[in-house]
C-alpha cells in the first residue's frame, strides 16, 4: 500500500488503464499532470489517501467475477441482477466515457476522424440507452414480476409480449452503434502516440460494450425468452 502511495499517477495509469476511472472519479489528472505521486496529489487536493488506495484496490480485483449459471436463477432475481449490476455500470459510467470521448474528439479528431465519430456513436447510442433502461425499470420489469405472480394480472399494455418486443428492438439498435464502435476504433487499438486520456476511453469502451453485450444477453436470451414462454 505504502509503495503505491509514492509511485505516480501516469505510473498507476500506465501499467493499468482501468484505474483512470478511479483518478478521474477523484478529479485527478491523469493525463498531462499525472507526474506527481499519489501521496502529494492527495495532500494537494485533500483527498483522504486510504479512499483513493480502497477504491485502486477494488478495481483491481473487479475482474475476478465468479462464473454464474444465470440460466438457473428465478427470474425476479435475475431481474434484480441486471438492475443491481448493469443498470447500474451504465449509469456510473455513461458520463465519464462520454467525457472522455468529448476531449478526445476535439483534441485528436484532426488527425483521427475517426474518434469525432466514435463520440457521436457513443452519444447516439447513450441517449437510446438511458430511456431504455428507465422503461424497463420502472414498467416492464415490475410488470414482469406481477405476472409471474399471476397470470391474470392486468397489465398497463396489453400482452406481455409487446414491450418484449419493443425493448428487443431497441437493444438492436444500440447494438448496431456498438459494433460501429468496435470497428471505427479497430477493437480498441490505440495507436502509438496516443495519449493517457485516449487509452482511458478505448478501454472503457472496451468494458462499456462488453458489459452492454452481456446484459442485452441476459435480457433476450434468458429472461425475455422465459418470459415469452410462460
Ligand atoms: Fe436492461
Ligand atoms: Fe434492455
Known amino acids: 500500500m505504502e509503495n503505491l502511495l509514492e509511485k505516480t499517477i501516469a505510473e498507476i495509469v500506465a501499467e493499468d488503464i482501468s ?18 505521486s499519489i501521496a502529494k496529489a492527495c495532500e494537494k487536493h485533500h483527498i ?3 479512499d483513493l488506495l480502497n477504491d485502486l484496490n477494488s478495481n483491481q480485483n473487479k475482474s475476478d467475477v465468479p462464473n454464474l449459471n444465470f440460466n438457473e436463477w428465478e427470474l425476479p432475481f435475475l431481474i434484480d441482477y441486471i438492475v443491481n449490476v448493469h443498470h447500474k455500470y451504465v449509469t456510473e459510467n455513461l458520463d465519464i466515457i462520454d467525457e472522455f470521448a468529448q476531449k478526445v474528439a476535439k483534441v485528436h479528431g484532426d488527425h483521427s476522424p475517426e474518434v469525432i465519430k466514435i463520440a457521436e456513436l457513443y452519444q447516439k447510442l447513450a441517449a437510446d440507452l438511458a430511456p431504455h433502461m428507465i422503461k424497463e425499470e420502472r414498467i416492464l420489469f415490475p410488470a414482469i414480476k406481477a405476472y409471474l405472480k399471476d397470470k391474470n394480472a392486468v397489465l398497463p399494455f396489453g400482452s406481455i409480449e409487446n414491450p418484449v418486443n419493443m425493448m428487443e428492438h431497441e437493444h438492436e439498435v444500440v447494438g448496431e452503434y456498438a459494433k460501429e464502435i468496435i470497428a471505427l476504433s479497430n477493437h480498441f487499438q490505440t495507436p502509438e502516440w496516443a495519449c493517457n486520456t485516449y487509452k482511458a476511453l478505448y478501454f472503457k469502451l472496451n468494458e462499456f460494450i462488453n458489459d452492454l ?10 429472461l425475455f425468452k422465459k418470459v415469452k414462454a410462460l
Open 213 to 222: 453485450f452481456q446484459h442485452i444477453h441476459l435480457e433476450n436470451n434468458i
Open 19 to 36: 484505474t483512470a476511472s478511479v483518478f478521474k472519479k477523484y478529479q485527478l489528472d491523469f493525463c498531462c499532470g499525472g507526474g506527481i
Open 48 to 50: 483522504n489517501p486510504t
